[in-house]
């Protein structure tokens, strides 16, 4: 079947933009008579955010995956109809960071209270995400696996 990826920005802590929730309905829309997998990124910064959108496409999307905040969260699942969900992949960059960033900086940039120029951090690389498995003729989820490795340095 045909894979349609649908990008979702979030509104809650982030620059304004329409309701993602009306707007996943208006686009779900153009859809109905296709048989596609629907694959739902989740650009958004809280966790209530995500799961509420996890919630409103259960059963309409193959698979909702969150993304932003670049830590892994543990809640990957089925959902009761047949979308797979997780409210964060986490991210593909330096291990020992600040959300990919040098901790130093970071830290005196929170310890100071004074905007300061982030810059990436150094160091052993991570890679983080989700394997999902998806039926091709029910185009329900049937699994969603955490990928969390970390570069070998041997």
């Given at each position: 079947?045909?894979?349609?990826?649908?990008?979702?920005?979030?509104?809650?802590?982030?620059?304004?933009?329409?309701?993602?929730?009306?707007?996943?309905?208006?686009?779900?829309?153009?859809?109905?008579?296709?048989?596609?997998?629907?694959?739902?990124?989740?650009?958004?910064?809280?966790?209530?955010?995500?799961?509420?959108?996890?919630?409103?496409?259960?059963?309409?999307?193959?698979?909702?995956?969150?993304?932003?905040?670049?830590?892994?969260?543990?809640?990957?699942?089925?959902?009761p109809k047949g979308t797979a969900y997780i409210t964060d992949a986490g991210m593909t960059g330096p291990l020992d960071s600040v959300i990919g960033m040098d901790t130093s900086i970071a830290l005196e940039k929170?310890?100071?209270?004074?905007?300061?120029?982030?810059?990436?951090?150094?160091?052993?690389?991570?890679?983080?995400?989700?394997?999902?498995?998806?039926?091709?003729?029910?185009?329900?989820?049937?699994?969603?696996?955490?990928?969390?490795?970390?570069?070998?340095?041997?």
């Amino acid at each position: 079947p045909t894979m349609i990826v649908i990008n979702l920005m979030g509104r809650v802590f982030m620059p304004s933009v329409d309701c993602p929730f009306r707007k996943i309905d208006k686009l779900l829309k153009n859809f109905e008579e296709e048989e596609c997998v629907i694959f739902v990124d989740f650009h958004g910064e809280t966790t209530s955010e995500k799961i509420a959108m996890g919630w409103h496409l259960d059963g309409r999307v193959s698979a909702i995956v969150g993304t932003h905040t670049h830590v892994q969260t543990a809640d990957n699942r089925i959902l009761p109809k047949g979308t797979a969900y997780i409210t964060d992949a986490g991210m593909t960059g330096p291990l020992d960071s600040v959300i990919g960033m040098d901790t130093s900086i970071a830290l005196e940039k929170f310890l100071m209270g004074i905007p300061k120029r982030l810059e990436p951090a150094k160091g052993i690389g991570q890679l983080n995400g989700v394997l999902i498995n998806i039926n091709s003729k029910t185009r329900q989820a049937q699994s969603i696996e955490r990928i969390s490795l970390v570069e070998d340095t041997k």
